[in-house]
């Protein structure tokens, strides 16, 4: 057993261990684009960071007026983020080196993502994180999405965790929301640092505000057996 106890980690994907937002947007750029809808910019999703696929499609028919079915429009924004994700989606260095570290130690860890099945194995064989984080959820799986807490229980379930000794790392305010609502500790890095004071952030135990210019994995460690159970 590591020093950390029986802590375990639970990872949001997108935007904490990868930089694939880019390909999700120019993915629902495309999407929208042939739906009608011209003009959605960066800024525009920016709005959905930590916020499923499913739900955000759900959420276009309503706020553009799209005909076409939320599974329609699901699987064309999937096909196309597949496409782009298997040519180029990076890794952070320093929550690569968080993963091994942790790795190292025994600690059990997770992925608990808004983002369906396929798109993970992708992530995660195309990185080769895969090699060190095998338990994965979707909400695909689950009930609901963040911040509904089912797709972080379902992690520490899979584990064989309780939940109070579960740590969180996230980058989105629902995702904070949904860590704590599942009684996680929880470590943020926004991805939009300007969104840092969003309420959902405001639960977290640990809020760098800088995000991932602020993250290393030495001082998250540092963090977690200073503040071990």
């Known amino acids: 057993m590591s020093d950390l106890g029986t802590l375990a980690v639970v990872f949001d994907l997108d935007g904490t261990l990868v930089d694939s937002e880019p390909n999700y947007y120019e993915a629902s750029r495309r999407t929208l684009a042939e739906h ?16 499923s696929t499913r739900e955000t499609v759900t959420i276009w028919r309503e706020r553009y ?8 429009l699901l699987a ?4 196309r983020y597949l496409d782009l994700a298997r ?6 260095p320093e ?6 570290l942790l790795a190292a130690e025994h600690v059990p860890m997770a992925v608990a ?4 099945p ?3 194995e992708v992530i995660l064989g195309g990185t080769g994180l895969d090699a060190f984080l095998r338990t994965v959820v979707s909400s695909d799986e689950v009930s609901r999405g963040k911040p509904a807490p089912d797709v972080f229980l379902e992690a520490a379930r899979r584990l064989g965790a309780a939940p109070a000794d579960c740590v969180v790392l996230e980058d989105a305010a629902p995702g904070a929301a949904a860590a704590h609502a599942a009684g996680m500790r929880c470590i943020a890095v926004p991805y939009v640092p300007a969104q840092a004071d969003a309420p959902g952030f405001a639960t977290a135990d640990l809020l760098l505000r800088g995000g991932q210019t602020e993250f290393t994995a030495r001082s998250a460690y540092a963090w977690l057996r200073d503040t071990a159970r």
Do not use: K
């Open 113 to 116: 993502s808004g983002s369906s």
């Open 87 to 92: 040519a180029h989606t990076p890794a952070y």
């Open 118 to 120: 396929q798109a993970i």
């Open 36 to 51: 009608g809808v011209p003009d959605f910019t960066w800024a525009d999703h920016e709005s959905y960071v930590g916020v």
């Open 95 to 100: 929550m690569r080196a968080f993963v091994e």
């Open 76 to 79: 064309a924004t999937n096909r």
């Open 65 to 72: 007026g799209l005909r076409a079915p939320v599974t329609e």
